[in-house]
C-alpha cells in the first residue's frame, strides 16, 4: 500500500479508538446530571452513591478520550500537513474554540466534581457537574462544525492557486451553520447520550444477573430505560432529517447508501442486502417507493444514482452501504431490548427476566457499533473529496512521508492503543466488581442504608 492509504488507515485507526470515549463521557454527563439533581431534589443518598458511581466511570472515559484524542491533533501535521495548509484558517477557528470553551471548562471542572463531594455546598457541586456535562457537550459541537464543513463546505473562499490554495473564512457563522452542521450535531450527540445510556443499563443488568446492589440497579436501570426510550424515539427523527440533507447535499453519498446505480423514481429503501458493484445492482429485501418518499417527500421523486457521477469520483459502495444498514439495524436493537426491559419493569419482575439482562449486558455494544459505523458512512461516503467537492484525499497527504514511516507508525499506534484498551477494561472491570457502597457502610450494609436514609 502507498503512503496515502496508510494514512487513511491510520488517522481511521486512530479515530475509531478515540471515538470509544468521547461519547461515553457525553452520555454519562447528562446521566450525571439527571442522577445528582435526583438527589437534590430528593436527599435520598442512593443517587448521591449513583452519581459517585458513575462519576469514577465518567473520570476513566475523559482520561482516554483526551489521551488519544491527542493523536489525532499530531496526525494532521505529519500526515496530513497539505490538507491542514488548506484548511487551517477554518480548522484554526473550530479547534482553538474546541480547547478554549471545551476542553478547559470540561477538565476544570472536573476536579470538582470528583472530590468535591463534602469540600463545596451541594448546589456548587451540582454547578461542578452541570460545568463538565456542557464541557463534553461544546467539545462535540466544535468538532462537527469542522467535519461538517469538510463535508457541506460554506462561509468561505479559495485563495491562491495549486499547492498554495488555501480556504479563508468569510463569514465565521456562515461556516459554523454550513448546510449539514445542524443535523449531524444532533444526531451525533443523540448517539453519545445512547452509549452513556446503555453503558448504565449494561452495568445495572450485570448486577441484577448477580443479585449484587439490587436498590442500586434497580433505581439506575428506571432511569436509563426512561432515558434510552426517549433518546431512540428522538434519534429515528434526528436520523430521518439527516438523511433527507444527505439527499440535497451529498446525493451521491446517499446513492451508496441504498445501493443505487440508476438514477430513478419510486425509489425501493433497501432493509438489508449485497451491493454487486460489477454488475451495478442491488440484492436484498426492499420497500418500493419508500427512499423517493423519505428523502423528497413524494413517492415519484428521482433518486439520484451513481453512474450519473464519474467512476473517479464514486466512494467504495460495499462498504458504505453496509456500514449504514449496520447502523441501522443496531438502532432496532437498541429498540428490542428496551421495550423487553420495560415489559418486565411494567411487571415489577426484572430480576427473572434472564435474558433480557443478558441481553442488556451487551447491549453497551449496540450504541458503540452504530456510532463507529455511522461515522463510516459519513466519511468513507463523502470519498475521495477530503472536504467535498474542493480537495480530494490524495491532495492532502504530506508530501515528505513515505509509506514504511506510515507503516512503522500504525504499527506502533496499533500496539499503544491495544494495552490503552487493555487497561480500561481492567479499570472498569475492576470498579464495576467493587460496585457502589454507601457512604459510611460496608459493602453489606449498604442496601440498608439505602432503605432506611436516617440510619
Not at 443478558?358 to 455511522?374: C, D, E, H, T
Amino acid at each position: 500500500m502507498d503512503a496515502v492509504m496508510l494514512s487513511r488507515i491510520q488517522f481511521a485507526f486512530t479515530s475509531m479508538f478515540h471515538y470509544i470515549y468521547p461519547p461515553l463521557s457525553i452520555g454519562l454527563g447528562v446521566v450525571l446530571v439527571i442522577m445528582e439533581g435526583i438527589y437534590i431534589k430528593t436527599k435520598n443518598p442512593l443517587y448521591k452513591e449513583m452519581a459517585k458511581f458513575w462519576a469514577g466511570i465518567f473520570s476513566l472515559t475523559f482520561a482516554l478520550g483526551v489521551a488519544t484524542g491527542l493523536v489525532q491533533v499530531f496526525g494532521f501535521g505529519t500526515n496530513w500537513a497539505s490538507y491542514s495548509r488548506f484548511v487551517g484558517d477554518v480548522f484554526g477557528s473550530a479547534l482553538g474554540a474546541e480547547g478554549v470553551f471545551a476542553f478547559f471548562l470540561e477538565s476544570g471542572f472536573l476536579g470538582l466534581m470528583l472530590f468535591g463531594w463534602n469540600r463545596v455546598s451541594a448546589k456548587m457541586h451540582y454547578f461542578a457537574t452541570w460545568m463538565v456535562a456542557l464541557g463534553a457537550h461544546f467539545s462535540s459541537i466544535w468538532i462537527v462544525v469542522a467535519n461538517s464543513w469538510m463535508q457541506t463546505p460554506a462561509g468561505h473562499k479559495i485563495v491562491g492557486e495549486g499547492p498554495d490554495a488555501r480556504a479563508v473564512i468569510t463569514n465565521f457563522w456562515e461556516m459554523v451553520f454550513n448546510p449539514s452542521f445542524l443535523d449531524r450535531i444532533t444526531h451525533v450527540v443523540l448517539g453519545c447520550w445512547l452509549c452513556g445510556i446503555f453503558l448504565v443499563l449494561s452495568i445495572s443488568a450485570y448486577y441484577f444477573l448477580k443479585n449484587k446492589h439490587i436498590e442500586f440497579a434497580k433505581a439506575s436501570m428506571k432511569i436509563g430505560l426512561i432515558l434510552s426510550s426517549v433518546v431512540l424515539v428522538l434519534q429515528l427523527f434526528s436520523a430521518h432529517s439527516t438523511a433527507r440533507g444527505v439527499a440535497v447535499n451529498q446525493p451521491t453519498k446517499l446513492a451508496a447508501m441504498e445501493g443505487i446505480f440508476d438514477t430513478e423514481t419510486h425509489a425501493p429503501l433497501s432493509l438489508l442486502g449485497w451491493v454487486d458493484v460489477k454488475n451495478q445492482t442491488m440484492h436484498g429485501i426492499k420497500i418500493p417507493s419508500l427512499l423517493s418518499l423519505l428523502a423528497f417527500g413524494k413517492a415519484d421523486a428521482p433518486v439520484m444514482g451513481l453512474n450519473e457521477v464519474p467512476v473517479d469520483e464514486r466512494p467504495p459502495v460495499q462498504v458504505v452501504y453496509q456500514a449504514y444498514h449496520t447502523m441501522i439495524w443496531m438502532w432496532g436493537l437498541m429498540a428490542l431490548v428496551t421495550v423487553a426491559a420495560i415489559f418486565f419493569w411494567i411487571r415489577n419482575n426484572f430480576q427473572s427476566a434472564k435474558w433480557t439482562l443478558r441481553a442488556l449486558v451487551i447491549s453497551v455494544m449496540f450504541p458503540m457499533v452504530a456510532n463507529q459505523v455511522g461515522w463510516m458512512t459519513a466519511e468513507i461516503g463523502r470519498q475521495p473529496w477530503i472536504v467535498y467537492k474542493i480537495l480530494k484525499t490524495p491532495a492532502g497527504v504530506s508530501k515528505s512521508i513515505v509509506a514504511a514511516e506510515v507503516a512503522w507508525s500504525l504499527t506502533m499506534l496499533f500496539l499503544i492503543y491495544s494495552m490503552l484498551l487493555v487497561l480500561f477494561l481492567y479499570l472498569l472491570d475492576r470498579k464495576i466488581k467493587h460496585g457502589p457502597v454507601a457512604e459510611g457502610a460496608r459493602p453489606s450494609d449498604t442496601a440498608e442504608v439505602y432503605r432506611n436514609p436516617t440510619r
